[in-house]
């Protein structure tokens, strides 16, 4: 599962706006913003993204840290990812990409420099993984729906006799699903 991480020279005088702007952004599911003016996380659209962050860290001067670790292939991830306006405002606070006008950051500016700015990237060091290597967000959360399903059933059928909970358990529409695959 391939991971990443890229640490960006903030342009002077824009270390604030920038924290101020990640702080405001939405958070996990459901982080497309609240309103039509509102910025949504450049990750909404990225639903194979395990873990990531972008945090501006002072290392003697403001710093903007990109870390993530997804399912895929790194091209098409950084290509989602420079798509979203939202990347793309960030990014405009940075000192690269270099652009002739700071205040204009294109989609192909940003993927160019996320995928080949070898310079600023950075050995990611990401946080122990509870799941295997091979393991998708994609099973990840079929098998957190799953224990969700056999929580519920287990609370709410205990008091029934055997026959009637066996029944009731091959008519779960998971477990039907894990039946016929």
Do not use: W
């Not at 895929?72 to 652009?99: D, M, T």
């Not at 995928?115 to 994609?138: C, E, G, K, M």
Request: with cysteine; charged share 30%.
């Amino acid at each position: 599962m391939p991971e990443l991480a890229v640490l960006t020279p903030v342009r002077k005088g824009e270390a604030g706006g920038l924290r101020k702007l990640l702080r405001g952004l939405p958070r996990g599911a459901g982080s497309e913003g609240s309103s039509a003016s509102a910025l949504c996380s450049p990750f909404a659209g990225l639903s194979v993204t395990h873990f990531a962050r972008l945090v501006v860290i002072d290392t003697g001067s403001p710093q903007l840290l990109f870390s993530t670790r997804f399912d895929g292939e790194e091209r098409a991830y950084l290509s989602k990812f420079a798509a979203s306006v939202s990347a793309r405002e960030i990014y405009k606070r940075c000192k690269r990409p270099q652009r002739p006008d700071p205040d204009q950051l294109d989609e192909q500016r940003l993927f160019d420099y996320l995928l080949n700015f070898r310079d600023d990237r950075l050995r990611p060091s990401y946080v122990v993984s509870a799941f295997p290597d091979d393991a998708t967000v994609a099973r990840i959360n079929a098998a957190l729906e799953l224990r969700a399903t056999l929580s519920n059933f287990a609370v709410r059928e205990q008091d029934s006799p055997a026959v009637v909970l066996a029944h009731r358990f091959r008519q779960e529409r998971l477990i039907r699903e894990l039946a016929d695959a």
